[in-house]
Protein backbone atom coordinates (compact mmCIF):
# COMPACT_ATOMS: atom_id res chain seq x y z
CA UNK A 1 0.00 0.00 0.00
CA UNK A 2 2.62 2.60 1.12
CA UNK A 3 5.09 0.98 -1.70
CA UNK A 4 2.43 1.72 -4.74
CA UNK A 5 1.98 5.52 -3.19
CA UNK A 6 5.20 6.22 -3.27
CA UNK A 7 5.34 4.13 -6.74
CA UNK A 8 2.20 6.38 -7.83
CA UNK A 9 4.08 9.95 -6.98
CA UNK A 10 7.21 9.18 -8.12
CA UNK A 11 5.76 7.85 -11.96
CA UNK A 12 3.48 11.44 -11.36
CA UNK A 13 6.54 12.96 -11.23
CA UNK A 14 8.44 11.79 -13.64
CA UNK A 15 5.64 11.66 -16.01
CA UNK A 16 5.58 15.55 -15.13
CA UNK A 17 8.97 16.18 -15.49
CA UNK A 18 9.00 14.67 -19.05
CA UNK A 19 6.29 16.64 -19.98
CA UNK A 20 7.27 19.94 -19.00
CA UNK A 21 10.83 19.30 -20.84
CA UNK A 22 8.50 18.06 -23.81
CA UNK A 23 6.58 21.62 -23.71
CA UNK A 24 9.94 23.82 -23.28
CA UNK A 25 11.82 22.20 -25.47
CA UNK A 26 11.04 24.07 -28.55
CA UNK A 27 11.06 27.71 -26.44
CA UNK A 28 14.30 26.81 -25.04
CA UNK A 29 15.35 26.03 -29.37
CA UNK A 30 13.61 28.99 -30.44
CA UNK A 31 15.67 31.07 -27.70
CA UNK A 32 19.17 29.45 -28.62
CA UNK A 33 18.23 30.45 -32.28
CA UNK A 34 17.47 34.15 -31.15
CA UNK A 35 20.50 34.16 -28.65
CA UNK A 36 22.70 33.02 -32.07
CA UNK A 37 21.19 35.46 -34.25
CA UNK A 38 21.14 38.62 -31.72
CA UNK A 39 24.29 38.05 -31.32
CA UNK A 40 25.25 37.94 -35.02
CA UNK A 41 22.87 40.36 -35.42
CA UNK A 42 24.41 43.21 -33.03
CA UNK A 43 27.91 42.45 -33.22
CA UNK A 44 27.45 43.94 -36.95
CA UNK A 45 25.08 46.67 -36.08
CA UNK A 46 27.44 47.68 -33.88
CA UNK A 47 30.52 46.89 -35.91
CA UNK A 48 29.03 49.43 -38.85
CA UNK A 49 27.99 52.06 -36.39
CA UNK A 50 31.71 52.37 -35.24
CA UNK A 51 32.59 52.52 -39.16
CA UNK A 52 30.31 55.09 -39.94
CA UNK A 53 31.37 57.13 -36.73
CA UNK A 54 34.77 57.30 -37.02
CA UNK A 55 34.47 58.24 -40.55
CA UNK A 56 31.95 60.85 -39.55
CA UNK A 57 34.12 61.90 -36.74
CA UNK A 58 37.34 63.44 -36.60
CA UNK A 59 40.21 61.66 -34.54
CA UNK A 60 40.12 64.25 -32.45
CA UNK A 61 36.52 63.35 -31.53
CA UNK A 62 36.76 59.68 -31.48
CA UNK A 63 35.92 59.76 -27.70
CA UNK A 64 32.34 60.79 -29.09
CA UNK A 65 31.83 57.97 -31.57
CA UNK A 66 33.12 55.34 -28.64
CA UNK A 67 30.25 56.91 -26.73
CA UNK A 68 27.83 56.63 -29.00
CA UNK A 69 28.80 52.63 -29.72
CA UNK A 70 28.71 51.81 -25.82
CA UNK A 71 25.45 53.25 -25.61
CA UNK A 72 24.29 51.38 -28.80
CA UNK A 73 25.29 48.69 -27.51
CA UNK A 74 24.19 48.80 -24.07
CA UNK A 75 19.93 48.91 -25.43
CA UNK A 76 20.89 46.55 -28.31
CA UNK A 77 22.22 43.73 -25.57
CA UNK A 78 19.26 44.83 -23.44
CA UNK A 79 16.48 44.36 -25.50
CA UNK A 80 18.16 40.92 -26.99
CA UNK A 81 18.26 40.06 -23.49
CA UNK A 82 14.34 41.05 -23.01
CA UNK A 83 13.21 39.42 -25.78
CA UNK A 84 15.24 36.40 -25.23
CA UNK A 85 13.45 35.64 -21.79
CA UNK A 86 9.85 36.49 -23.52
CA UNK A 87 10.69 33.74 -26.03
CA UNK A 88 11.64 31.40 -23.99
CA UNK A 89 8.30 31.86 -21.66
CA UNK A 90 9.55 34.80 -19.27
CA UNK A 91 7.44 37.37 -20.43
CA UNK A 92 6.72 38.51 -16.67
CA UNK A 93 10.06 38.25 -15.73
CA UNK A 94 11.19 40.28 -18.85
CA UNK A 95 8.29 43.15 -18.33
CA UNK A 96 9.29 43.49 -14.52
CA UNK A 97 12.80 43.31 -15.02
CA UNK A 98 12.40 46.09 -17.83
CA UNK A 99 10.18 48.36 -15.33
CA UNK A 100 12.79 47.88 -12.94
CA UNK A 101 15.79 49.11 -14.90
CA UNK A 102 14.39 51.97 -15.88
CA UNK A 103 13.69 52.94 -12.39
CA UNK A 104 17.22 51.89 -11.36
CA UNK A 105 18.40 53.77 -14.38
CA UNK A 106 16.32 56.83 -13.23
CA UNK A 107 18.13 56.91 -9.95
CA UNK A 108 21.46 56.64 -11.56
CA UNK A 109 21.17 59.33 -13.98
CA UNK A 110 20.12 61.25 -11.23
CA UNK A 111 23.14 60.39 -8.85
CA UNK A 112 25.64 60.89 -12.16
CA UNK A 113 24.04 64.00 -13.21
CA UNK A 114 27.05 66.23 -12.96
CA UNK A 115 29.28 63.24 -14.77
CA UNK A 116 26.33 63.34 -17.10
CA UNK A 117 26.52 67.13 -17.60
CA UNK A 118 30.37 66.87 -17.88
CA UNK A 119 29.96 63.95 -20.92
CA UNK A 120 27.63 66.21 -22.82
CA UNK A 121 29.58 69.34 -22.13
CA UNK A 122 32.39 67.68 -23.71
CA UNK A 123 30.84 66.96 -26.29
CA UNK A 124 30.62 70.10 -27.33
CA UNK A 125 33.81 71.11 -26.64
CA UNK A 126 35.40 68.30 -28.54
CA UNK A 127 32.97 69.14 -31.47
CA UNK A 128 33.78 73.16 -30.92
CA UNK A 129 35.92 74.23 -33.93
CA UNK A 130 36.82 77.11 -31.48
CA UNK A 131 38.15 75.14 -29.02
CA UNK A 132 41.37 73.33 -29.83
CA UNK A 133 44.23 71.64 -28.23
CA UNK A 134 47.09 74.40 -28.10
CA UNK A 135 44.35 77.18 -27.88
CA UNK A 136 44.72 80.40 -25.30
CA UNK A 137 41.35 80.07 -23.10
CA UNK A 138 40.48 81.75 -20.49
CA UNK A 139 37.58 79.94 -17.68
CA UNK A 140 36.36 81.42 -14.37
CA UNK A 141 39.22 84.47 -14.46
CA UNK A 142 41.90 81.49 -14.71
CA UNK A 143 44.05 81.62 -18.58
CA UNK A 144 45.82 78.47 -19.49
CA UNK A 145 46.46 77.12 -23.18
CA UNK A 146 44.47 73.99 -23.82
CA UNK A 147 46.41 70.44 -23.60
CA UNK A 148 43.76 68.09 -23.57
CA UNK A 149 40.39 67.74 -24.20
CA UNK A 150 38.32 64.84 -23.03
CA UNK A 151 34.96 63.33 -22.58
CA UNK A 152 34.23 64.75 -18.97
CA UNK A 153 37.05 67.54 -18.16
CA UNK A 154 39.77 69.77 -19.79
CA UNK A 155 43.41 70.17 -19.18
CA UNK A 156 44.77 73.87 -19.42
CA UNK A 157 48.33 74.27 -19.02
CA UNK A 158 49.35 77.92 -16.97
CA UNK A 159 51.86 80.06 -17.39
CA UNK A 160 53.85 78.75 -14.47
CA UNK A 161 53.67 75.03 -15.59
CA UNK A 162 51.40 74.07 -13.59
CA UNK A 163 48.13 71.54 -15.05
CA UNK A 164 44.92 72.90 -14.31
CA UNK A 165 41.83 70.34 -14.84
CA UNK A 166 38.39 72.03 -15.29
CA UNK A 167 35.25 69.83 -15.31
CA UNK A 168 33.09 70.67 -18.87
CA UNK A 169 30.80 72.03 -17.29
CA UNK A 170 32.51 74.38 -15.90
CA UNK A 171 34.44 75.12 -19.22
CA UNK A 172 31.35 74.84 -21.78
CA UNK A 173 29.15 77.02 -19.54
CA UNK A 174 32.36 80.10 -19.53
CA UNK A 175 35.44 80.45 -21.76
CA UNK A 176 36.83 82.73 -23.40
CA UNK A 177 39.48 82.37 -26.39
CA UNK A 178 42.33 84.77 -26.84
CA UNK A 179 43.78 85.74 -30.07
CA UNK A 180 47.31 83.92 -30.48
CA UNK A 181 50.21 86.07 -29.66
Known amino acids: MVADFVLRIVDQTIRGLVLGVEAALPRLVAGVVFAVVAYVGIRLI ?6 SLERYYSERQQLVAQLFVAVAGIFLWFAAGLTFLKIVGMG ?3 ASLGTAVGFIALGVSYALSEM ?6 GVYLLRDPDFEIGDRI ?17 RFRLEDGDTWVVANRD ?3 EWTKHAAE
Open 46 to 51: LAALKA
Open 92 to 94: DIA
Open 116 to 121: IEDTVA
Open 138 to 154: EVGGTEGTVTAIELRKS
Open 171 to 173: VES
